[in-house]
């Protein structure tokens, strides 16, 4: 066993996960605890929650997977036609069906619409077909790109603290070194991105002999929620430019922005408006947005300004495995290509669309306000993604009992709202902070008709916790 | 870029399969060429050239996928009542259905399903589901599997030569040795597994310096095509325990054995009746066998003897991607348990798993009778898997010829094959050979309508190549 396994940590299943699993395994014995079921806050799985699937991409689905479903005329007629003429397009594209193998790269005619999905949200001249890269969600395309990224031990890859754990952990397997820039928590309730902070982080692994290539931006933030601007985005180019950084643009929450006065801004579109070079690879996922559709795995990865060379290798590392899941391509496709006005499936798919949009809006709020009314927490605006990054004051009494467990506090803090009221979210050491400060990150995901009563049991017991270890 | 990364190669769409997409594209140009169409023999993708899926499978998924339809009588009446009790009770035992990601390990349902499928295989008690991994497919857990074993360069890992090239570019990625073992041609012609060899490869590499830890054994052979008997096995298990060696047991071929006198026996089944602690990491897949759903990527591990400190590891590798495609999963549990004797589709089932057997079996024996028909061609019987692997004799001017061109004999003969005749097959340098000998794989896979007549084709051309390179 290597010991790159060994270091990669993946906090959002760790430690406070296993806890919850024994408890499951209790809870079905029939063993009696403080809660009746667990509720599970720490993973963005909107589905579990019971977050409905888009009609319009299972009705494809089905009839992809099933095509003698085409030929029964008292089945198809519960069909709307613009769905059976989209499955028979699709299938005509589809030599030996979703059984054969695909390309590696990808079905072509999904990666047709995956480029021009990119030319509508950027108003401008979609990508080359050949740029995309389709896979199975976005974690197998950052980990090619990092192992494209990383060829030796001294390679630096910035990443922010707080970080979705995925980067520590691949950069780890791939034995390169993080560099940590942290974000910084704003008076203005949200975490900003600073281009000094990112300076301080990459002058300092360069003093320390690293060779920083790349810089990974995860836009809206998970853990963090922010929602960048363009001044934002532009600076971090910029500093890119300046340091010869590949920038890894995480864009998997781009349909996920609940603030009215922000919007979602690519990577790609930006750097195009600059008109710069710098070399970009962004990643999108069928798993979050509205779509939601985490257990199918399909997502893409556009590479801008890269190479040919990289990408013929990219091309081997993906042929390797074959090719990502047909189905999960797909549902790509239904989801990036969805029916628009006029079409008969439009009602319905607008409907389910913004049926789940406002419904994240609203608990986004929820989740602010109640979080900032809880006792020594304070959280910012959940301006996008799918969660929320609160900070925690312990006092001293708290972190002693912790350290004498031989865990920071927040984790302390998780196990203990994990034992008594069942709710699972995920310490913030999982993702990184700065020292001295601790949160944790919890999901907006629990259905309306009991987020408010899941958060009252949660602030009772933290008030009742901070009472407890008061100094 | 890695050096690792460059020095992966991957034949089974290499430099061959590259010109075949330029010639694909100049037909589809309209471009006049030598055939009209390309016959894509190069890869194990039995949908791709025909081969029907097994409604069961389909039928489960379709309704998995869209459980809507569930719910309207008269689509429902359409469906055999067996596949629509599984999917209700699967649907039970999804939380969140296909959308939610599963556990990382795999659906609880579906390791149950593996495990029984593994006893009734074996006549032995079932394995523990907490050992059953369940995977995209047999290549992410080899690849899982290697992460494991390689941890450092001077580990080295026994495979065979001719070897299926996942091996060697996994290991290639992973940095560590591949420590090639030849099978013999032997005058029974079929492909064997020489104790002595091993013996000779093993202790080659240990004076070398290297560690080796572990032997790759793929039965049915790919690209050989043997299945070993019980008594070869025995032979191999006995070598690895006494050289300490996990056994990686690629297992993907289990259903296709052609030949009356053979028959599968797992690695699991010989090491539990010589009452060893062998460790053994076996795969399959849904991709092949009777299956054929190569694009749904599903597939499983199974760990025998394996260390819990090792399988808490791939439980942390396997969370960092989440989960595998639900519907992959699902179609693992429909193919792995069938429909028997008494339920309503049975019947079709049996008419179908048949159908596609003795179709590959009739099949093997055309192209072992056909090759061996062809001037300098000499082909082994094709007793399982899906692929002949014959050798070429080549002259020296053909040898020279192909060395003007800086390429070994049969990469340029298996260009000729392309260009002359459409047919494409992977020359045996991708797969690694006895120096001095030149093979080709070609697939069993096409169409019983026309593969006579693609056979005749490749003979008349085969014998002109070597009338026109005669010495």
Redesign the interface.
């Known amino acids: 066993?290597?010991?790159n396994?060994?270091d990669?940590d993946?906090a959002?299943?760790g430690d406070v996960i296993i806890r919850a699993s024994q408890l499951e395994k209790s809870l079905q014995e029939g063993k009696k605890l403080k809660f009746t079921e667990l509720v599970p806050c720490n993973?963005g799985?909107?589905?579990?929650?019971g977050q409905k699937?888009l009609?319009w991409i299972?009705?494809g689905?089905?009839?992809l997977?099933?095509p003698?479903?085409l030929s029964?005329p008292?089945?198809i007629s519960?069909y709307p036609s613009d769905i059976i003429e989209r499955s028979k397009y699709l299938l005509s594209r589809l030599?030996?069906?979703?059984?054969?193998?695909?390309d590696?790269q990808g079905i072509p005619v999904v990666r047709e619409t995956v480029s021009n999905y990119i030319g509508k949200r950027d108003q401008a001249t979609p990508p080359n077909p050949d740029n995309i890269f389709l896979t199975?969600?976005a974690?197998?395309s950052v980990?090619t790109a990092l192992?494209?990224l990383?060829?030796?031990p001294k390679v630096g890859v910035m990443i922010p603290i707080p970080q979705y754990p995925?980067y520590s952990?691949?950069i780890a397997?791939k034995q390169g070194h993080p560099v940590g820039y942290y974000m910084e928590e704003s008076p203005d309730q949200y975490w900003k991105l600073s281009i000094p902070r990112m300076q301080e982080a990459y002058d300092k692994a360069v003093r320390e002999g690293y060779n920083v290539n790349s810089i990974v931006i995860i836009n809206p933030g998970n853990p963090t929620g922010q929602v960048l601007s363009i001044e934002n985005i532009k600076k971090i180019i910029e500093f890119s430019q300046k340091n010869r950084l590949v920038i890894l643009a995480d864009e998997v929450y781009q349909d996920n922005v609940y603030m009215a006065n922000k919007e979602f801004r690519s990577f790609r579109k930006t750097v195009q408006e600059l008109k710069l070079d710098s070399e970009v690879f962004s990643f999108h996922t069928l798993?979050k947005g509205f779509f939601?559709?985490?257990?199918?795995?399909g997502g893409y990865m556009e590479l801008l300004n890269i190479d040919s060379?990289?990408k013929a290798?990219i091309l081997?590392?993906q042929?390797?495995?074959?090719?990502?899941?047909?189905?999960?391509q797909i549902a790509l496709e239904l989801a990036l290509n969805p029916p628009v006005v006029g079409m008969p499936s439009y009602e319905r798919f607008l409907e389910e669309k913004t049926g789940i949009l406002e419904s994240l809006k609203r608990k986004a709020q929820v989740m602010y306000e109640m979080l900032n009314s809880m006792d020594n927490v304070q959280c910012n605006f959940v301006e996008g993604a799918m969660y929320a990054m609160p900070s925690v004051r312990f006092s001293l009494r708290a972190i002693q009992a912790a350290k004498d467990l031989g865990m920071p506090a927040d984790k302390f803090y998780a196990l203990q709202v994990l034992e008594n009221t069942g709710i699972i979210v995920v310490p913030g050491s999982g993702f990184g902070q700065q020292p001295g400060t601790y949160h944790f990150r919890i999901t907006i995901l629990s259905p309306e008709s009991s987020i408010r009563e899941i958060l009252e049991r949660f602030k009772a017991f933290n008030n009742s916790f901070h009472q407890q270890y008061k100094d």
């Open positions: 066993m290597g010991q396994i060994l990669a993946y959002v299943r993973i799985n909107p589905q579990l929650l699937p009609t299972r009705q689905l089905s009839l997977v099933n003698e479903l029964i008292s089945i519960h030599p030996g069906g979703v059984g054969a193998y695909s590696s199975a969600g974690s197998p980990e192992s494209c990383i060829s030796s995925l952990a691949l397997l798993s939601g559709e985490c257990g199918l795995r060379e990289v290798q081997k590392l042929s390797i495995q074959l090719c990502p899941s047909t189905l999960g």
